[in-house]
């Protein structure tokens, strides 16, 4: 099997970061901060960052990382950076083994922000880069909702393995199209599950755990006989996809259904096992590039799955262009049959033909 130390790597240190996560998802203080964009980070975006990194730095030295956060912050903040490394220095996945693969704990409160500062990786065409979301959905994870910690592996350009952990999607596939999916969850027993793919040898899932990787299964986006019988996977955030937009094209396609909204790219992996079909990610702002962070694991995971991820013009996402998919608007991921059907329906709405 291709990448197979760089999934297993992958897929522990997402299990281990998620440990943090949820422990910081169950306090009432997340040590939320604002960044320049205005946009969210807690104390779970940056420990989750520096354990994956540490991870990933111990075992594959010479490669790069795009990680969405930085320390520059938390060398003001001291208080909250020693919360941080409250939470960072104690989590450890219950598996000696699979721990010490990862390299053990992290040296130093004070290392723990060089290691954050690894991430700043320019990305581009060439070598071996990393895209690292350590909280994607950082709103969701706040507002008590879905999100997931997401780590791709691209080289020269083209994602080869992609790893997401959803610890608030249920176990159970057919649970994840209940209408709450979105809303207040716990993280309560039958919760968390681990998404992965390797370019060329599918995609599958299992349940999250504290210890060791557990058995894993195949997954597979399901048939839809036509589009009016698709379900759409939709952002919760009217700042980040077009919902107006979103609706005019489940019109034209069709669809009766209520959309499932749910942050973070649990919408990639959702659609990826059947729990809904078709993901549209409409531009709100004209000029906003989309991250690399933001799709590369789950681009991976659905086509991977059966899938196809295009932009609004159905065009490829373009991994190899740096820290954003600067030549691409948008993101639509449908089972491959109906792609074409659906970029047309978007071209339409979007007056681009
Ligand atoms: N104007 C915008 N358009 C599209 N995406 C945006 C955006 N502003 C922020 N985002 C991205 O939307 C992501 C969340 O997506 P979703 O709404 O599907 O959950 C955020 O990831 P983070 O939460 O990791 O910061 C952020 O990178
Ligand atoms: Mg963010
Ligand atoms: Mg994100
Ligand atoms: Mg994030």
Redesign the pocket.
Known sequence: MAYEQELRVAELAVQRASLLTKKVFNEKAKGELAKDDK?PVTKGDFGAQALIIQAIAQNFPDDEIVG?EEASELRQESALRAEIWDLVKDIKLDDKASDELLGGPLPSEEAMLDIIDKGNSPGGPKGRIWAL?P??????FLRGGQYAVCLGLIVDGDVKVGVIGCPNLPVDNAQSLTADIGGQQSDAEGKGVLFSAVKGEGSKSRPLTNAALAPSNPISMRPVPDTSKAVFCE???A???NQGDNAAVAKRLGITAPSVRL??QA?YCSIARGAGDIYL?L???KD?Q??IW?HAAGDLIVREAGGQVTDVNGKRLDFSKGRTLADNKGVVAAPAALQDQVIDAVQVVLNLK
């Not at 909280?135 to 969701?140: A, F």
């Open positions: 946009s969405e979301d909280i994607d959905g950082t709103k969701g952002g919760v955030e700042g980040h996809s942050d973070s919408k990610r531009p709100v702002k906003y989309e991250k933001d």
